[in-house]
């Protein structure tokens, strides 16, 4: 999954806001960096080169996830962390960073809780959400796909998860919970450039975990055929240029 996931869905999807990320991040001057979820460590890259002498620790509970994300940036140091329970002391970092990795928390104030404890005073905690799936025209184009092939009960994770903390206002409210001052927030709308959606579509069904909805359901390529074909009559085959929106937010500790 993360090899699919690098290869079809980073290029497209996740760098640019990356690239973006990072921008404000190095602004920061910060000297230790954590990043939470950092996955395939396509951010983990992007903060070494624009912040060489900062310390950079990067952080992610999936194992495949990391033994990947520690061969493409090896100059970070790399642990397995569950953002619930940091395995860090207080206020050892200066900056926390993540991208697209808090809709994934499942008690957000306590995840943000925990990285407040691990700020310095005057810290910060940079990190992005996606916005609302229809503002996503390549997830949009996804669910319609899914909802064709598997019209009784499609996959409903990109609704749930990866689009399910698409609420600024809630996002303000939980960070101010875990004791944060909220110093910005942002609606960001980058262009993704897919050269194919069908590999795009590929990156979606394998490199996610709606894989494993898909191999629950049976019959993989079949729902590969629809969902491209789907997407595709959307957006075209390819080369095609689509609007993301997403959140940004700097909260300080």
């Given at each position: 999954?993360?090899?699919?996931?690098?290869?079809?869905?980073?290029?497209?999807?996740?760098?640019?806001?990356?690239?973006?990320?990072?921008?404000?991040?190095?602004?920061?001057?910060?000297?230790r960096?954590?990043?939470?979820?950092?996955?395939?460590?396509?951010?983990?890259?992007?903060?070494?080169?624009a912040?060489?002498s900062?310390?950079?620790?990067?952080?992610d509970?999936?194992?495949?996830m990391?033994?990947?994300?520690?061969?493409?940036?090896?100059g970070?140091?790399?642990?397995?962390?569950?953002?619930q329970r940091?395995?860090?002391?207080n206020?050892?970092?200066?900056?926390?960073?993540c991208?697209?990795?808090v809709?994934?928390?499942?008690?957000?104030i306590?995840?943000?809780?925990e990285?407040?404890?691990?700020?310095a005073?005057?810290g910060?905690?940079?990190?992005n959400?996606?916005?609302?799936l229809?503002?996503?025209?390549?997830?949009?184009?996804?669910?319609?796909?899914?909802e064709r092939?598997f019209?009784?009960?499609?996959p409903?994770?990109f609704?749930t998860?990866?689009?399910?903390?698409a609420?600024?206002?809630?996002?303000?409210?939980d960070?101010?919970?875990?004791?944060?001052?909220?110093?910005d927030?942002q609606?960001?709308?980058l262009?993704g450039r897919?050269?194919?959606?069908?590999?795009?579509?590929?990156?979606y069904?394998?490199?996610?975990p709606?894989?494993?909805?898909v191999?629950?359901?049976?019959d993989?390529?079949?729902v590969?055929?629809?969902v491209?074909?789907e997407?595709?009559a959307?957006l075209?085959?390819?080369?095609?240029?689509?609007p993301?929106?997403?959140?940004?937010?700097r909260?300080?500790?």
């Amino acid at each position: 999954m993360p090899a699919a996931y690098e290869r079809y869905l980073v290029p497209v999807v996740f760098r640019p806001f990356a690239e973006d990320l990072t921008a404000r991040a190095a602004a920061l001057h910060p000297r230790r960096i954590l990043e939470l979820a950092a996955g395939t460590g396509v951010l983990t890259a992007n903060l070494l080169t624009a912040a060489p002498s900062a310390e950079v620790t990067a952080t992610d509970l999936n194992e495949a996830m990391l033994a990947f994300g520690s061969a493409r940036a090896p100059g970070a140091m790399w642990r397995q962390a569950d953002a619930q329970r940091l395995p860090f002391p207080n206020g050892g970092f200066d900056l926390v960073v993540c991208q697209f990795g808090v809709m994934f928390f499942p008690h957000r104030i306590q995840a943000f809780t925990e990285v407040r404890r691990v700020l310095a005073q005057g810290g910060r905690f940079l990190f992005n959400t996606w916005g609302p799936l229809g503002r996503h025209a390549f997830e949009a184009a996804l669910r319609a796909g899914l909802e064709r092939a598997f019209p009784a009960d499609p996959p409903r994770f990109f609704q749930t998860v990866p689009h399910g903390c698409a609420d600024p206002a809630v996002v303000a409210a939980d960070l101010e919970a875990a004791g944060f001052a909220v110093e910005d927030g942002q609606e960001l709308t980058l262009q993704g450039r897919a050269e194919s959606i069908a590999d795009l579509a590929t990156g979606y069904l394998t490199g996610t975990p709606v894989r494993a909805a898909v191999e629950e359901r049976g019959d993989g390529p079949a729902v590969r055929a629809t969902v491209i074909e789907e997407m595709a009559a959307r957006l075209g085959p390819g080369p095609v240029t689509a609007p993301m929106t997403a959140y940004v937010f700097r909260a300080v500790a």
